[in-house]
């Protein structure tokens, strides 16, 4: 199954990983990379999974390149979390793509780091930013974020606009799928089903087991 040829051509391709318990002498976690891709023609299928080691930008960078040997050689965008070194290890392998960072994932990190009490009214000034209905839309939402909230939230409102280009990509497809586009929540429906199947385990056994 994993050696089987592909589609040459891919609208998406959407990158994440999950974590799951593998003994190895003793037990600990390993990433399980999967990859889902959008053929033109709207059909849904994973590419291919990966177990071992730590979610690393060199294992995605293995992952899609066996890909790319399997017979992938176009995709128009790219999909995924902000992992460093993971939107440089995607271009390498398909250079004339285009990157969508997740926003959900986004606004997840921010959250993470804003107060409690912050966390409601950030949440929602953010979100007016990525429903925009253009790039330039958004960048005027996001200057009345930035002038808002700077005082207490300068670094990451500096990390926001660093990455807006990535993060707003999916303004320029059409609407019909923007939805569908601005975050990992495709692939990661499929992974909440795996992570549900393994749940009553404590762990695998080895490697094949979790294959």
Request: hydrophobic share 35%; with cysteine.
């Amino acid at each position: 199954w994993q050696n089987r040829p592909l589609n040459q051509r891919y609208c998406a391709l959407f990158l994440d990983a999950l974590f799951v318990k593998v003994r190895r002498d003793t037990v600990g976690k390993e990433a399980v990379y999967i990859v889902l891709g959008i053929t033109p023609e709207g059909h849904r299928e994973i590419l291919g999974f990966y177990v071992g080691g730590v979610e690393s930008s060199n294992g995605w960078k293995e992952i899609l390149q066996d890909l790319r040997n399997r017979g992938v050689q176009e995709v128009l965008l790219g999909v995924f979390d902000g992992l460093t070194g993971l939107e440089e290890a995607f271009r390498s392998i398909f250079p004339k793509a285009d990157v969508q960072r997740c926003v959900i994932h986004k606004v997840r990190s921010t959250m993470n780091k804003a107060r409690k009490k912050d966390q409601a009214e950030l949440s929602i000034d953010l979100k007016k930013v990525y429903t925009s209905s253009t790039y330039e839309e958004a960048e005027e939402v996001f200057e009345m974020v930035k002038k808002k909230w700077k005082k207490n939230y300068s670094r990451e409102l500096a990390s926001w606009e660093e990455d807006l280009p990535v993060l707003l990509t999916f303004l320029g497809y059409p609407k019909e799928v923007q939805q569908y586009i601005y975050t990992t929540n495709l692939i990661e429906r499929t992974n909440k089903e795996v992570r549900k199947r393994l749940k009553t385990m404590n762990s695998l056994p080895n490697i094949e087991a979790a294959e």
